[in-house]
């Protein structure tokens, strides 16, 4: 994407195979290497082919189950120019191409379903993704003038966020800056950018669209690109984007030419990026030592039987590998049984403190909890919602009524919902802030979701045989009938296929099979809900930088499509149309529940079951795909989701959450909240 990006990728490969050396004796032990070093180590293992066809066999085989896999050849509209691989097509071209090292090869699959544009089917590998994360001190914003026009800038908290996270690398990129400028990187902040690398801005922004994947709208994968914010289970976060952090050590260095704030003088400079030890990374001595403690597949890479006694005892506190890329916080054992729709990211979420200076004020109500915090603006309450998920599933669900009713009690007739980069979590939880919110009505009662089917092939219908043959007497597998409605939201019996009859669409020239619509498991709930309104729909708006993804898109679509809800997105590229959410799915999961599924039936030796990984891989699925509300007979994944505003961020308000939300509820409820500088000059409306 940026300079030197591929063209030495892999320099220096061939010598030091050559001579013997061991590159990565060089960086054990250190928190920081350059991109150059850490390249070295990464590709000085070669492929081993047996392993190659392993894997890859995996992957096929466990695609099976992946609901979108023929709809992602070619996406109809309006994701028809955004989605368009074939990664069964993919998966046998890589499977006949040689590559230089298994890290090349890594990144070909990578890369591949990245272009699903699909967060919910990613493929990682601990070996090489975010095992060192390249940054630079220089994160960019959008922002956007008084007269309307938008341009790319350093943001203006950029130093106080390298300083803080960075501080024993900052003395190197301050002396990286040439003449005056050298030692004077605070003042590179809020710097509008000219060109990076020698051309317009934009023509980068769009390149990493192109590559960053996980979403099918291009305008929120251009909103990756910026900084932004997050609140997590502990705090909040501050996301550098794709510019200032990449999870693989690919870039040495960028070329930036700048106008400082202040200065009518254009300034060219070249900044290095630092590859930091990433926090899931095991520590090594040598290649020897990398390679078994971050490479091979571990306790929690593959499934278990769960009626094998030792395997069960072996693994009783293992949490799956997927667990350390999920965008939600870490879960215990009995609540990752719940059914989740949550994005897969190689990226950490929460790695990095947002600054204090930042933060919302004034502090958060006292019925705020983990990712839910509540806040209050004249006559308007705020929810900023990190995550669909927290620690404690029912204190959550507590949480979010207790806090909804007391910004109510405090005088609040409007609320703003902030899911900024909230990437899902608990599907019940969607269901239940939805109800909750909007009271009893068609829409929440019986069922607050979407009606959903998952992919029924061969090995699926297998599973569910077995099991409706005594095959799961403590119905402990997801493939149990018990645990599923169907459409009338009737739950099934423990012998009744559920699978069957099959609905067999021809998708792209493809013929599939897919179990006839299912309900929701998720009424009634855990607990009462109240027989009114919290809030009534139009006073309801739902904001975020797009990236509102699974769970979150479940909730946002039903309340807006449904409800008719406002939207918001906060910072995207005026020219650019967009989505309030992506990635809908309708239920994640990956290879361990399937492999799960698959051993605890007897069915690991039949011939379409995916081999045990080899490697310390991961792999994401759709697991069930949600039926669309504007057309009921095709799923919400490919339907359109425009925001009904784009509201710019200044100067002022980038990265500072309560000025956004006063921003907010001054356009959208005409609320009367005194702003920063000019703000209220720059709102749009899409």
Request: hydrophobic fraction near 40%; glycine fraction near 6%.
């Amino acid at each position: 994407m940026l300079k030197h990006s591929t063209i030495v990728l892999f320099a220096g490969l061939v010598v030091t195979r050559a001579l013997g050396i061991d590159p990565c004796v060089d960086i054990a032990g250190q928190k920081w290497v350059s991109p150059a070093q850490a390249r070295l180590c990464l590709q000085s293992f070669p492929v081993d082919n047996d392993l190659k066809a392993s894997t890859i066999q995996t992957l096929n085989r466990t695609l099976a189950f992946h609901t979108s896999v023929n709809y992602q050849i070619q996406a109809p509209p309006p994701f028809d120019t955004e989605v368009h691989e074939d990664i069964i097509k993919d998966l046998a071209r890589i499977s006949e191409s040689p590559y230089p090292s298994e890290f090349a090869l890594h990144l070909d699959l990578f890369y591949s379903f990245r272009r699903l544009m699909d967060g919910h089917c990613t493929v990682l590998n601990l070996c090489y993704d975010s095992v060192f994360i390249s940054y630079l001190p220089t994160p960019l914003a959008l922002l956007t003038t008084e007269d309307g026009f938008q341009h790319v800038h350093i943001a203006p908290e950029a130093f106080a966020i390298a300083s803080a996270e960075f501080p024993d690398q900052i003395e190197l990129w301050q002396n990286a800056l040439p003449g005056d400028l050298k030692g004077q990187l605070a003042t590179l902040s809020g710097a509008k950018v000219l060109q990076i690398n020698g051309q317009d801005p934009w023509l980068t922004v769009d390149a990493n669209a192109m590559t960053t994947g996980g979403y099918q709208s291009f305008g929120t994968r251009q909103n990756s690109f910026f900084s932004s914010y997050s609140r997590g289970a502990s705090g909040w976060s501050y996301i550098m984007g794709n510019f200032a952090q990449q999870v693989h050590p690919l870039t040495d260095s960028v070329d930036l030419t700048i106008q400082r704030v202040n200065s009518s003088q254009v300034e060219h400079i070249t900044l290095p990026y630092r590859s930091r030890f990433g926090s899931s990374a095991k520590n090594f001595t040598d290649s020897a030592s990398f390679r078994a403690n971050n490479c091979m597949s571990q306790k929690g890479t593959n499934g278990i039987n769960l009626y094998d006694s030792v395997s069960v005892s072996e693994n009783i506190d293992t949490i799956p590998t997927i667990a350390h890329f999920e965008q939600q916080p870490q879960l215990d054992r009995e609540d990752r049984k719940r059914p989740i729709n949550v994005l897969v990211d190689a990226a950490p979420l929460w790695d990095i403190d947002l600054p204090e200076e930042l933060h919302p004020t004034p502090p958060a109500l006292n019925q705020s909890y983990s990712v839910a915090q509540f806040y209050m603006l004249n006559n308007t309450g705020v929810l900023a919602l990190g995550s669909f998920s927290a620690a404690n599933f029912t204190a959550f669900m507590g949480s979010l009524l207790d806090g909804l009713a007391e910004l109510k009690a405090l005088g609040a007739t409007r609320l703003i919902i902030d899911v900024t980069n909230n990437g899902g979590g608990y599907i019940c939880i969607a269901h239940w802030l939805h109800r909750i919110i909007v009271g009893p009505r068609a829409t929440t009662e019986p069922n607050a979701g979407l009606l959903t089917t998952i992919r029924a092939g061969t090995l699926a219908q297998h599973v569910v045989e077995n099991i409706n043959a005594g095959g799961d007497p403590d119905a402990l597998l997801l493939y149990n009938p018990t645990n599923w409605h169907n459409s009338s939201n009737l739950p099934f019996s423990t012998d009744y296929n559920w699978l069957k009859p099959t609905v067999n669409p021809t998708i792209n020239g493809h013929a599939d099979a897919f179990s006839p619509q299912l309900g929701a498991e998720c009424q009634p709930f855990e607990m009462t809900p109240p027989d009114h309104a919290l809030f009534e729909p139009e006073d309801v708006v739902i904001i975020s930088n797009g990236r509102c993804a699974s769970s979150c898109s479940l909730f946002s679509i039903t309340m807006s499509k449904h409800e008719g809800v406002k939207t918001a997105v906060v910072g995207g590229k005026k020219e650019t149309r967009q989505q309030y959410c992506g990635v809908v799915g309708g239920q994640s999961t990956h290879f361990v529940e399937m492999d799960t599924e698959i051993k605890s039936t007897g069915l690991k030796k039949v011939e379409l079951a995916p081999p045990d990984f080899q490697t310390n891989s991961v792999l994401g699925i759709t697991w069930r795909l949600a039926f669309g509300i504007d057309d009921p007979e095709k799923p919400e994944e490919w339907q359109d989701h425009p925001a009904t505003f784009n509201i710019p961020v200044t100067m002022d308000t980038v990265n500072k959450p309560s000025e956004l939300w006063k921003y907010t509820a001054n356009v959208i409820f005409g609320d009367e909240i005194a702003l920063p500088g000019d703000s209220q000059a720059y709102f749009s409306l899409h």
